[in-house]
């Protein structure tokens, strides 16, 4: 037979124009067989070709007969070759294939199929924290057809999982690679695969991994998915620096196994600092399982060490695991608490067989079966069967390590040795776990002797028959029982007594291990009976011969073996041949109810040797030897009694080798059980050397320990021990349990064991009382009673709740279990049916839950009471707020509104929530409110809100358009169910909640603040808004935007022009200001802010920003003058803006720098769009003037101008200012036409309205020059005036001036408003990098009266680390007049604040100021670095003038035209120099003009153009030689300050609360010497005039009656107002008083008033002048007791004079002077220390107390 396939699956390759495969292969053959493949040849030529073809190489291929075939182009020709092969061998031969051309051959293969594996190249595992892993799990592929076993190969940090094993063909594998680096270097090693079976292969894969050493902020180490923090002193994202409580989460852990967890202790200080951690003591009972390296050491400042937590449980329990540490530094400060927790995962091993039966064996031969054991959980398995090596029934293993989710089979052998039945249950101890138990049945035969046949189903017959009583009997009386119909049989075929069935032997067998014990009781009972009754006894377990002489027979130890059933039993004994233990008798019969002793004697052969042996004692029933006399369902199987003995023959004089034994633990904690009750647990040794150990442990003298096995030999690998405690009273117990290795008592080892007999006692929290709160009729209320388990063991509780509480009462959970310590919560459900009070008890009971009926003898019930209280009532609700009122929302967005739904009645309540809008009164469904489809929805339907208390629902708004109303938030009280309330019965149910008030707008910006920059720095900053229009700007920001303006976005491009396409109506002029050509660049910088509730975004937009790019063949190129003006404006980038988009935030700002180049003359025009997203857009017409050298130019920003409002009828008009600004760099004069200001007078019956008191002056290059005006309206309306004004250059503006008279003054200013303060320090407006600031940007003086000083105090702060120096300029006009500032200079230290006092005080007329100061801060470390350079650079040039070079022009001609040009401007910089030092120096040292430079222009003019005409032929010269230092620029703090001064009569006519103002009158210091030595000065004839006119005033008041009374009446008053500028005084007499006790006199102790100040100094009197030293005593002592703890205002003294003196010395003006200069410096004290942070003048108040009775009167001396 054969197979054809085509070779279009193999690769083609053409040889001389014929496309042909590259070979023929076959797979698969087996010698005999045919296979035939088609060999396609193809002529992929142009031209027609002869081939011949044969078979070469072999003779096990063949094809057609050679004949030749002619190929026309493109045609093809199949030759079919057939392969027969003989022998397994592979082959090779080939198909000549001949051309004109050429020949060639085409291979016919068949090769023997080999191992091939398929292993990815190369692992990366990137980086990985040392201590670590990481697992990369990959794939294997055998694309081979054979079995292929394989083996990895692979070292230094990198595991390979499975590291070999075997794959099927064409088949896969999962590998888990693992890299665990241990030190921080890059990984690159290759793994090895060994595969093949008869010639190995390897193949390498590259595993590449880079180990770090771990770097967290945090203060957990790696790996922290399991870690918790908590405490205090948290600091942000990178974790806390000093926590007070740490939680380190091990997870669940495998019992037996260490688990890690590291921990970093970082040094915060910066100060090497030692530390120490300890384990807090754990409880008596409590197994110490976490542990820790305890350290004390020291780290370094600002280190960390690393510290590791161990997790390494020894017993497997249900229950959390708790630990701490504490890490302390030296001297116990500053110690923090690590909590360990974590779970334990214990072992679960389950046997897959619990029968192995082998059936009927005759003796002497062996059989075999299996035993499959199985771990199914993620720990490693110990188990161990009980089971000895040589007895009857032994198994290939007796013990191992079973891996996690691992199986592993087993082989149990069985050897008979004489013919009997053979039974045995044996142990599988597994540690941290309960033993588990499989059962071996067989039957031994011999040709004579035939015993009944055991099977599987007799044990369980058995089972059935202990439980009925009926294991006593023996089978043949069972079988006579049965044949008098007395017993009969059920459907299993065990044995069913009849009912009146007696029997014979009433006396029950007794129980070895109670009904339900767990594993650990069976194992421990003598016989591990699986019926647990006790049928056959021994006396002992194990026998102890211990040493013995080799060949020689020890004492003999008998052993007793009672009989407890009714019948004749059978012992047979089964000691191996050759053994040196023996039983005397072998075999024996027990009669019913008998006990016989047998004799058991050790006879070693062999000198230091180990003996440890099982005897298996099989005892049965007699009549069980013959299977003819035995019924199969009367068979009761045999016990096995086995009896460990030990012995050795190791001299007890020699030396014994040293067992290498280890405990899994030395510290054995018991779990917890109850008293009479047995806990268990295992224990684990190991022997990790190459010879066996011979254990034994001691008794405990107490007994209530017990371990089994007690003895015995310890092979190569684990012994498991079960240890038994048995508490009798409810106590802690403690015991050292000794076990001795080789009967040698220097190696014994010792185990700490620790129990105790636990009681049930459950907590109940508020001692027994459970209140529920105030409940609304047919709803439900909960109330959690804490329930707490105080003892070490589960308990099962129940409630009993009583009849009449049924319905309203209920409690979750009804009864359950509590695990150890733990703190469970009871919900108690509150249903009441009807208003009124409800009172019930309940009851808890409590038993443990391996005693749930509590019938437990030493352990009584627990029993508690709970006592519950409740109430049932009504409810309503209301909102708060009840009316809401959103602010204005930007339209398209959603703002939150959080309304608090507040519960007014005494229960809590069920609700649900409806919107309804009001007008129209449509309800809006929840459904639709949450889906959006309303203006108002609502973050809950519904809920429930507490007594008294209040419940939090959002109601968000989500206006889609500008709109403005009102909705309606109702509610319904609904029941638990959601059954609607009947609210009849309800007083005063109000179903509406909520008004809310909805109105929304858009996106609100506007111009906080500005400042100029570059040129326009010096321009104040009421000119600059005025000149980039920043009202008109802030007005159009505030207006709603169009539908157009909202069509486009911010990045949507949208204009087909190169214009901006405007869609807009608002549009602003920018103006840059004018500076002439090369002068700089005049710029802006603009503080934006957001005054809206959201964030919004906003740009600028060039006309190219907004242009769509068309097509090359749609753009037409035709550009009109406008637009090539704008596009030459943005190619030479004279505007710039910068950020030119950006994003505030609510309430934030931005600082926006918009600049315009002065390179080009003329005026230079851009509009740019201002475009808010989902808001306004405004279009900004930039424009900047650039002017020629030497032109004049007057910048108006507005040919408007207002003055300030005026009111009618003043004594004195204020004065008011008017600015040019010069923006040229020439001088101009101006002239105002004042013609029309007489026009004026003259219509208001020639009183002047406007005045201009400097109609004509000289305005300096780029200033400014103030032109006075006095606006005195007569009437309260509003006055203009149009006024010429002509400069120099002939060029004439006219400028309206207009003004406002107004005649009520309570319409204006109804109270005096109170002097601004500002404590907080704010950033000056400025650039960004300012090094100081000012606390305050405006300095109000407010209104304030002539002749008075007010103070202010701003703080100048240094922010930077340098030493600054600061100094106040004012040399404007109007400042030295009215304003005082000390310091004025100064310097500032780092981080420094200074207090400037400005006293204002204005002694001129009334005014209006508005003035701007500048406070210049320099950089004193920039200056010392300036000093240093400077004094370098004159030292070099003083050497320059000493010094001089020959240079020959003949050889170095350039160099000399070069040096020629060099020389110009260094004699240009001498003679800068000196020209500002010595005028005859710059005279001698100045340098003449080059040739060819004009004089009518400077050398700077003439060396521009030279450089432009020769730039690119003359060689750069070296600046750096003559370059002089330049000086570093003071920085500019501005602040403005504003004031109006008023004359004492408008000031008190204009304001009210006169009386109560507090006021300081100028003093004589503050006033110039200038006013000081001025008086009045009149003419002759006015002073004639005077003196009569007053001559006879004076005259005729002395001689009217009324006048005199009335001065008489005042004496008798308070002393008036005006008395406190009285400077005589009367002594003596009724006249004399004091003006201290006047309201008006408090504050104001200067004698001055609306008069010339000169005067009023120049008369005021002189000090008294005190004559004698007695006199200056009494004066000390007048002002002590004036200052005095008890002041009066007149004090009493016994001598009058000295009264008179104390009165007089307060009317000194140096008295007064001094005492306000001690209240004004303790007042900047205050204000510097609450600047600074140590006051806080905000905080609370604190009382001191009063001085006691008995130091109050005590003197104070020195």
């Not at 279009?8 to 070979?23: D, M, S, T, W, Y």
């Not at 709160?773 to 589960?794: D, G, I, M, W, Y």
């Not at 008179?1700 to 204000?1727: C, G």
Request: glycine share 8%.
């Amino acid at each position: 037979m054969g197979d054809t396939e085509v070779q279009h699956r193999n690769p083609k390759h053409i040889q001389f124009g014929l496309e042909v495969p590259k070979a023929l292969t076959y797979h698969g053959w087996e010698p005999g067989g045919e296979y035939t493949k088609s060999l396609i040849i193809r002529n992929v030529q142009i031209k027609t070709q002869k081939i011949r073809y044969k078979i070469s190489g072999g003779h096990f291929s063949s094809t057609l007969y050679p004949q030749p075939i002619t190929l026309s182009a493109g045609t093809s020709y199949t030759l079919p070759v057939t392969f027969r092969p003989s022998q397994k061998n592979p082959y090779e031969e080939f198909v000549e294939i001949g051309t004109v051309d050429g020949a060639f051959r085409v291979p016919i293969l068949a090769p023997l199929p080999t191992s091939n594996l398929s292993i990815p190249e190369c692992l990366k595992f990137g980086m990985c924290a040392v201590g670590d892993s990481v697992t990369v799990n990959f794939s294997v592929h055998n694309t081979s057809t054979l079995t292929v076993d394989f083996n990895w190969d692979c070292s230094n940090g990198f595991e390979i999982r499975p590291k070999s094993g075997s794959l099927a063909p064409k088949g896969d594998i999962y590998f888990s690679a693992t890299f665990s680096p241990q030190r921080a270097c890059v990984y690159d090693i290759a793994a090895v695969c060994s595969y093949g079976n008869e010639n190995p292969t390897t193949k390498s894969m590259n595993l590449e991994g880079v180990g770090k050493y771990p770097h967290v902020l945090v203060r957990l180490a790696p790996p922290p998915t399991l870690a918790v923090l908590k405490g205090k002193g948290g600091e942000g994202e990178e974790g806390a620096v000093a926590q007070s409580e740490l939680t380190v989460n091990f997870g669940c852990v495998p019992v037996g196994a260490v688990s890690e967890r590291l921990v970093e202790i970082v040094n915060m200080s910066p100060v090497p600092s030692r530390f120490t951690v300890t384990a807090v003591a754990p409880g008596p009972l409590c197994d110490p399982v976490f542990a820790s390296e305890e350290y004390e050491g020291a780290i370094e400042p600002g280190g960390s060490h690393r510290l590791k937590l161990l997790l390494s449980p020894s017993l497997a329990t249900p229950h959390p695991l708790v630990g701490h540490f504490r890490v302390c530094a030296v001297g116990g400060v500053g110690s923090s608490m690590i909590t360990c927790t974590g779970l334990v995962e214990g072992p679960k091993l389950v046997l897959e067989e619990s029968y192995i039966s082998f059936g009927n064996l005759e003796c002497g031969k062996v059989g075999s079966g299996v035993l499959h054991i199985r771990n199914d959980s993620s720990v490693p398995a110990i188990f161990q069967l009980q089971i000895d090596l040589h007895g009857v029934f032994h198994a290939e293993v007796l013990c191992g390590l079973l891996g996690p989710r691992a199986s592993q089979a087993i082989i149990v052998y069985f050897s008979p040795t004489k013919p009997i039945p053979y039974y045995r249950r044996v142990a599988c101890l597994v540690h941290h776990q309960e033993p588990q138990f499989f059962n071996l049945v067989g039957t031994g035969f011999t040709e004579t002797v035939r015993p009944v046949s055991l099977q599987p189903s007799c044990i369980e017959r058995y089972i059935a028959h202990a439980q009925r009583g009926l294991t006593s009997l023996p089978p043949e009386q069972l079988k006579e029982y049965h044949i008098k119909d007395v017993l009969s049989s059920d459907s299993n075929g065990s044995i069913l007594p009849k009912p009146g069935f007696q029997n014979p032997h009433p006396q029950p067998l007794s129980r070895s291990v109670p009904e339900g014990s767990s594993g650990y009781a069976t194992y421990l009972s003598s016989e591990m009976d699986p019926s647990g009754f006790c049928h056959i006894s021994v006396d002992t377990e194990a026998l102890k011969f211990g040493y013995c002489t080799p060949n020689h027979v020890s004492e003999g130890k008998v052993v007793n073996v009672t009989n407890h059933t009714n019948g004749i039993v059978t012992c047979v004994w089964m000691p191996g041949p050759g053994e040196p233990f023996r039983v005397v008798p072998e075999e024996r019969d027990i009669p019913a109810g008998t006990t016989a002793s047998f004799t058991i004697t050790f006879r070693p052969h062999i000198p230091s040797q180990l003996y440890v042996r099982w005897l298996e004692c099989f005892t049965f029933y007699k009549t069980l030897r013959d299977y003819r006399l035995v019924e199969p369902m009367t068979i009761t199987p045999p016990w096995c009694l086995p009896v460990r003995v030990s012995g050795h023959t190791m001299d007890p004089h020699s030396e014994a080798f040293l067992p290498k034994v280890t405990f899994d633990s030395r510290n054995l904690v018991f779990p917890a059980t109850l008293p009479g009750e047995a806990s268990f647990r295992t224990a684990m040794v190991r022997n990790s050397g190459d010879m066996p150990v011979m254990f034994d442990f001691a008794c405990d003298a107490s007994g209530a320990y017990t371990v089994k096995p007690s003895h015995g030999l310890l092979q190569d690998g684990y012994q498991v021990f079960v240890l038994q405690l048995n508490p009798q009273e409810p106590r802690a117990y403690k015991q050292i349990l000794k076990c001795r290795f080789n009967d040698r008592d220097h190696f014994d080892q010792e185990l700490l064991l620790s129990g105790a007999g636990e009681v049930a006692v459950l907590e109940l929290g508020n001692k027994g009382q459970l209140f529920f709160k105030p409940t609304c009729v047919q709803t439900t209320s909960e109330s959690s009673c804490r329930v707490t388990n105080a003892s070490r063991l589960p308990v099962r509780f129940e409630w009993k709740i009583p009849e009449e509480a049924m319905g309203v009462l209920a409690v979750e959970p009804a009864n359950g279990i509590i695990d150890p310590g733990e703190i469970q919560k009871h919900q108690w459900r509150f249903c009441p049916l009807k208003k009124g009070s409800y009172a019930f008890r309940a009851s808890i009971q409590g038993t443990f839950s391996g005693d749930p009926k509590g019938n437990h003898p030493l352990v009584k019930k627990f029993k508690g009471i709970l006592s519950l209280m409740g109430e049932g009532c009504l409810g309503t609700m209301k909102c708060d707020p009840a009316h809401l009122e959103c602010p204005t929302m930007v339209v398209g967005t959603s703002w939150p509104c959080p309304l608090s739904l507040i519960n007014t009645g005494p229960c809590t309540l069920h609700y649900r929530l409806f919107v309804v809008e009001e007008k129209g009164g449509r309800a809006t469904s929840i459904l639709d409110s949450q889906g959006g489809k309303g203006t108002v929805t609502l973050s809950d339907g519904g809920g429930v809100v507490h007594a008294h208390s209040r419940v939090s629902v959002t109601a968000t708004v989500r206006p889609s358009s500008k709109l403005q109303g009102k909705w309606l938030i109702k509610y319904e009280l609904i029941t638990s169910h959601g059954e609607p309330l009947d609210t009849i019965a309800f007083p005063d149910f109000d179903p509406t909640l909520c008004t809310l008030t909805v109105s929304a707008s858009y996106p609100v910006l506007s111009v906080r603040d500005l400042w100029g920059v570059g040129v326009a720095s010096s321009l104040p900053k009421t000119m600059l808004r005025s000149m980039l229009s920043i009202d008109q700007l802030n007005t159009f920001l505030h207006d709603d935007p169009s539908s157009s303006e909202l069509r486009y976005a911010i990045g949507t491009r949208h204009s087909m022009t190169r214009r901006v396409s405007v869609g807009t109506t608002a549009m602003v002029d920018f103006d840059f200001g004018a500076a002439p050509l090369e002068m700089g660049t005049s710029g802006f910088d603009l503080v934006l802010k957001n005054h809206g509730d959201v964030p919004t975004e906003w740009a600028f937009q060039f006309p190219t920003d907004v242009l769509l790019e068309p097509e090359y063949w749609a753009d037409t190129g035709q550009l009109d003058e406008e637009e090539r003006h704008e596009l030459s404006v943005m190619d030479h980038d004279l505007f710039t803006v910068a950020p030119k988009k950006g994003r505030l935030g609510a309430g934030e700002s931005a600082v926006i720098s918009c600049s315009f180049k002065h390179t080009a003359v003329g005026s230079s025009r851009l509009p740019v769009l201002f475009k808010l997203n989902r808001g306004r857009e405004v279009l900004l017409r930039w424009r900047g003037m650039t002017l020629e050298r030497g032109q004049p130019f007057i910048h108006f920003v507005s040919h408007c101008h207002k003055f300030s409002p005026v009111p009618i009828g003043l004594q004195s008009y204020p004065r008011q200012d008017y600015e040019l600004y010069n923006a040229g760099d020439t001088t101009v004069s101006f002239e105002i036409d004042v013609e029309p200001l007489r026009a004026l007078k003259e219509h208001n019956y020639e009183m002047p309205i406007i005045e201009c008191t400097q109609p004509s002056g000289d305005i300096a290059a780029r200033s400014s020059a103030t032109v006075h005006f006095v606006f005195s309206p007569l009437e309260a309306k509003v006055y203009s005036v149009d006024l010429p004004v002509t400069f120099s250059n002939g060029e004439m503006r006219l400028v309206t001036f207009t003004g406002e008279g107004y005649g009520s003054p309570d319409d204006i200013i109804t109270q005096h408003p109170p002097p601004p303060h500002n404590l907080d320090k704010q950033k000056t407006m400025g650039a960004s990098d300012v090094p100081a600031v000012l606390s305050i940007s405006h300095l109000a003086f407010s209104d304030v009266v002539l002749f008075s000083v007010t103070r202010r105090v701003v703080f100048v702060t240094n922010t930077t680390d340098h030493t600054l120096s600061f100094n106040w300029e004012l040399e404007s006009s109007g400042v030295l007049e009215v304003l005082s500032i000390q310091p004025g200079c100064g310097y500032l230290q780092p981080k420094q604040s200074v207090a400037c006092k400005f006293s204002f005080c204005s002694h001129l007329a009334p005014a209006i100021y508005d003035l701007e100061l500048v406070c210049r801060v320099l950089d004193e470390s920039e200056m010392a670095s300036y000093r240093l350079k400077l004094e370098a650079w004159q030292k070099a040039e003083e050497e320059k003038k000493n010094t001089f070079a020959i240079i020959d022009v003949s050889t170095k001609s350039p160099s000399s035209k070069s040096t020629r040009r060099q020389t110009v401007p260094r004699l240009k910089s001498l003679g800068k120099r000196s020209r500002s030092s010595d005028g005859e120096l710059r005279r001698k040292y100045e340098a003449l003009p080059p040739i060819g430079c004009p004089l009518e222009e400077t050398y700077e003019e003439w060396k521009k153009k030279d450089l432009a005409a020769r730039g690119k032929h003359r060689p750069r010269k070296r600046t750096s030689e003559t370059q002089v230092p330049r000086p570093p620029q003071p920085s500019a703090l501005p602040l403005r300050l504003t004031g109006h001064t008023h004359a004492m009569s408008d000031y008190s006519k204009l304001f009210k609360g006169i009386d109560s103002l507090h006021m300081d009158l100028i003093q004589p210091t503050l006033l110039s010497p200038r006013q000081e030595e001025e008086g009045l000065r009149v003419e002759e004839e006015e002073n004639t005039t005077l003196r009569i006119v007053l001559s006879q005033m004076i005259r005729d008041l002395l001689e009217d009656s009324n006048f005199l009374s009335a001065v008489q009446r005042v004496v008798e008053e308070p002393v008036p107002y005006f008395q406190q500028f009285s400077t005589l005084w009367e002594l003596g007499g009724k006249r004399a008083y004091s003006a201290h006790a006047h309201m008006y006199a408090a504050g104001h102790h200067d004698p001055l008033l609306d008069t010339p100040p000169g005067a009023l100094i120049r008369h005021s009197p002189s000090p008294p002048v005190l004559n004698s030293q007695s006199e200056l005593s009494n004066t000390e002592d007048a002002i002590g007791k004036e200052t005095g703890d008890k002041r009066d205002d007149v004090i009493p003294h016994n001598d009058p004079n000295e009264v008179q003196l104390n009165r007089h010395i307060k009317l000194i003006p140096e008295f007064t002077s001094f005492v306000e200069n001690i209240l004004e410096n303790t007042l900047l004290n205050i204000l510097k220390e609450a600047n600074s942070g140590e006051l806080s003048i905000s905080g609370p108040l604190y009382r001191i107390a009063n001085t006691p009775p008995s130091l109050g009167n005590s003197p104070i001396t020195a």
